[in-house]
């Protein structure tokens, strides 16, 4: 095959499997259908999420994490089996972050054309691609403590997640405001024509109506380094920093593929080098590594001499200019160590801090569904998935409300968007079981089920209208959603300013029905910081986080 | 320096100085408006009284299809309010994340049989739509009203941001709001309430519906929750006006959720006049039209009789 075959094959597979996975992150939307065995319930009928179930690293961190691999996740197996006999083949053909830093590696620049020595030399083996390894380990020795860490800077939840709360939203609001800018143009048929356009884009890749994201500038700023490193040295995630790579890397050790060099046919052209993706030294005179090849096959295809050639079990000569010809993986066993120890130090300097359970933000909402947070944060990978699929946009990215350790774990914004009671998408989407599928029984709740709860509404009676202005207002009672109403009123005559007597319903909470949906903190005509406003505490999912003596859990429907 | 290039560095320098202090001058001072043009009051798209016919008629009939088709004949039958070619603008209550059997939102059949009968008259278009409360997928979805609508070949029109216009209410509360599109740009405009209990205006029927046609920050219309509704309903001055009594949310309105806060009325109302409806809906919740403070401010607004009967009441059973 000649380079080019190669690169054509190697990108329609790249190609393919990114369009899987950004298909399968717009498709996580609203795209719903009525359960066949309960016409009220309204679910996904796509497995949204199986992308990312296919993570080797997600099954790995949440094994240790948890001591079980939730459901689908066995299907990573289908990637790491694989992997121990040929190689990290996911890197250089599937992975979609791989191939987006394949791609920005490979638009031609000044370093490429006149620094062509630089290149070859920036291609060959490097002690920085280290690194990743020491990553691995210290996140994969924090998850066997139970923080689970690793959806930092897995791969598939990192896109994921930069995807769904950053680029998508951010190409929304760019879209908008060119739109409205040719409209305020004020030539007619241009501004038609800028319309037409949107509304047919508009449903192939946007949001049912522009979503606004909390913390997002963190998880921006580390996407756009990761792509833009790759301008400095090829590939700069994949090679140094990727624990993914790292992970399958260890597991090729036994591959049974390889790379079989012909000394006596190369001529030394360096063709292998300049093309090289993974740095991972493919040239006659130096240690090919397994562990660092993508398999992208490109020294093969390039060599003119046809010296380098990939096959099963390759019986490697050891010669002066070969010298050990497959190394395994080059790790210091100290670093190692001492990336363990970091890792595991992770747990008591997290839960020391006040963040986790003694000084939670009264403001940290769960999505419903959520586990106890000690077992959330050993399975939450910051996908995002939750927060796209959410149809009110009141999921979010927290920045430091659950403290480092919960960076980037989902938190519902009443103010932004309240959970809506019948829905149970987030549940549905969740790829690792941090959020549990509910049924909306369970989510509701009936005379045999208590409903599931996210927190307690409270009344800011400063703010109320009938409570401190002496205005009508019954919006949050309105919109309350349980039956019979948690928010009740009461008449109360008050004397306005100017000495005249009105009546007004003054709005309170019942503690044993609320949920903690925030419908009424999100309604509440006050704009800026809603009169009624919900808590975590009352969550069904924490015994200690609780307000009330005993409550009745049940209700009529 | 020679003379030629002399010139042509000052020259450039001038031209840069200039295009600098233009467009300095030209933005000087020059403020943006971000308010479209303000659509004039809308049509009226009330028909003339016949007073032959009864200005409104019950119906009770547990086939509830059949219940609108009788109390819409006794008042004049469709043919009535819809002519051929006509761009019809159907507005029930689909405010709620509600199923339809817990009465949040408008019945789905009588929706149906609705848009069928308009079709049938020989209406041009059949729009369906309003402004929900909760995410409008999901009312639309589960109250059963965007596929019956649908299958019975109306448009179904999930709001969204652009489809609004800036228009002057000109009520005595509410002034300029933004109205969404097909209940403007449309001949005939039909409401279809559910009678429900509020806790602020004591019901929600016909009038209260209207509250669907606005967006915006529209919690704050409770502030004088009255007045609003009757500016709304002298703004939007329906045809028809069919209430769907088929089931009615007794509690815990207008979002309900519980079977037990629903009683199975099996009836129908049609009118022309907004305020004998509701002042007969208002019955079913066990109230008075005279009790209901908005349907007294309405009858003195003129925009109809509470006293349903002095305009020809027709009940049938």
């Known amino acids: ?557 | 320096m020679d003379r030629r290039e002399f010139i042509k560095k000052t020259g450039q320098a001038i031209a840069l100085a200039a295009i600098t202090g233009g467009t300095g001058l030209a933005f000087n001072e020059r403020r943006v408006s971000h308010y479209e043009s303000l659509i004039p009051k809308i049509s009226d798209f009330t028909i003339p009284l016949d007073n032959s016919l009864p200005g409104i008629a019950l119906a009770k009939n547990s086939n509830h299809t059949a219940a609108l088709n009788s109390a819409l004949d006794a008042i004049g039958g469709i043919k009535r309010f819809v002519q051929k070619g006509e761009r019809v603008t159907i507005k029930p209550n689909i405010g709620w994340d509600r199923s339809p059997a817990q009465a949040a939102n408008t019945n789905p059949d009588l929706v149906a049989e609705m848009v069928r009968l308009c079709l049938d008259a020989g209406a041009g278009q059949v729009i369906v739509t309003d402004i929900s409360c909760n995410d409008p997928r999901r009312c639309f979805l589960r109250s059963g009203i965007r596929d019956s609508a649908e299958k019975a070949g109306a448009k179904v029109i999930l709001p969204s941001d652009d489809e609004f216009v800036k228009t002057d209410i000109k009520g005595k509360e509410l002034e300029v709001w933004p109205v969404l599109k097909p209940f403007i740009e449309t001949d005939r405009l039909i409401n279809m309430p559910i009678v429900k209990q509020h806790s602020m205006s004591t019901c929600t029927i016909g009038m209260k519906n209207f509250f669907g046609v606005v967006g915006g920050e529209r919690y704050r219309l409770h502030q004088n929750i009255d007045q609003s509704i009757v500016d709304l309903a002298a703004f939007c001055k329906p045809t028809l006006v069919v209430i769907d009594a088929t089931h009615v949310l007794m509690r815990d309105g207008p979002t309900g959720g519980s079977l037990d806060d629903v009683l199975t009325a099996d009836s129908v109302i049609c009118t022309t006049d907004q305020v004998a409806g509701d002042s007969r809906g208002a019955e079913f919740l066990g109230f008075k039209g005279a009790d209901v403070s908005h349907i007294v401010l309405a009858e003195k607004s003129g925009l109809g009789k509470i006293d349903y009967r002095s305009i020809g009441y027709k009940e049938i059973s």
């Open chain 1, 1 to 557: 095959m000649t380079i080019k075959q190669v690169k054509n094959l190697r990108r329609f597979s790249q190609v393919l499997f990114f369009a899987i996975f950004f298909w399968l992150i717009l498709k996580t939307n609203f795209s719903v259908n009525f359960n066949p065995s309960n016409p009220n319930e309204i679910i996904l009928p796509l497995p949204v999420s199986i992308a990312l179930q296919f993570d080797p690293l997600t099954a790995l961190g949440t094994l240790l994490a948890n001591a079980s691999l939730y459901k689908g996740l066995l299907w990573s197996l289908v990637i790491l089996i694989p992997t121990i006999f040929l190689g990290r083949f996911f890197c250089g053909w599937v992975c979609p972050l791989g191939s987006l830093n394949n791609l920005i590696s490979e638009i031609p620049s000044e370093r490429i054309r006149r620094k062509g020595r630089q290149k070859i030399d920036s291609n060959r083996y490097k002690k920085y691609q280290r690194i990743k390894y020491y990553i691995f380990f210290f996140f994969i020795a924090g998850s066997l403590i139970g923080t689970l860490q690793i959806g930092l800077l897995d791969p598939l939840p990192l896109l994921a997640r930069s995807v769904g709360t950053v680029v998508l939203p951010a190409v929304h609001t760019a879209a908008l405001g060119i739109v409205g800018w040719v409209k305020s143009l004020g030539i007619p048929p241009l501004g038609r024509a800028a319309q037409i356009a949107y509304d047919f884009i508009a449903p192939l890749v946007l949001n049912f109506r522009l979503v606004h994201f909390h913390a997002i500038l963190t998880i921006a700023f580390v996407f756009i380094a990761i792509l833009i490193m790759n301008r400095i040295y090829t590939r700069f995630w994949c090679r140094g920093i990727c624990p993914l790579g790292a992970m399958l890397g260890i597991f090729s050790r036994f591959a049974i593929f390889g790379l079989k060099k012909d000394e006596k046919a190369c001529n030394q052209c360096n063709e292998c080098l300049l093309h090289c993706q993974g740095a991972d030294n493919p040239d006659i005179g130096s240690t090919w590594r397994q562990a660092e090849c993508h398999l992208c096959l490109n020294c093969q295809a390039i060599c003119p001499k046809g010296a380098l050639k990939f096959k099963f079990f390759p019986d490697q000569e050891i010669t002066k200019s070969n010298p050990a010809p497959v190394q395994k993986i080059d790790i210091s066993r100290r670093k190692a160590m001492a990336s363990v120890v970091g890792g595991v130090l992770l747990y008591p300097l997290f839960r020391s801090g006040d963040a986790f359970g003694v000084n939670a933000d009264s403001r940290l909402i769960r999505p419903p569904g959520a586990s106890a947070e000690n077992d959330f944060l050993a399975r939450c990978i910051r996908c995002g998935q939750c927060m796209r699929v959410c149809p009110n946009n009141a999921l979010h990215p927290t920045f430091l409300e659950s403290g480092f350790e919960g960076i980037w774990s989902p938190i519902l914004i009443a103010k932004i968007g309240y959970c809506e009671p019948t829905c149970t998408l987030c549940g549905q989407v969740c790829p690792t079981g941090a959020l549990l599928p509910l049924t909306m029984k369970q989510k509701v709740g009936d005379e045999s089920t208590p409903p599931n709860r996210i927190g307690t509404a409270f009344i800011d009676r400063g703010r109320c209208l009938p409570w401190a202005m002496a205005r009508s207002c019954i919006v949050c009672e309105e919109w309350c959603p349980t039956s019979p109403k948690t928010i009740y009123l009461k008449d109360e005559t008050v004397i306005n300013r100017e000495g005249v007597t009105v009546t007004v319903k003054q709005p309170y909470v019942d503690p044993a029905l609320c949920t903690g949906c925030g419908a009424c903190e999100f309604a509440c005509p006050i704009a800026d910081r809603s009169a009624i406003y919900v808590t975590s505490v009352g969550e069904s999912r924490s015994t200690k986080n609780q307000l009330l003596l005993q409550r009745k859990e049940t209700r009529k429907v």
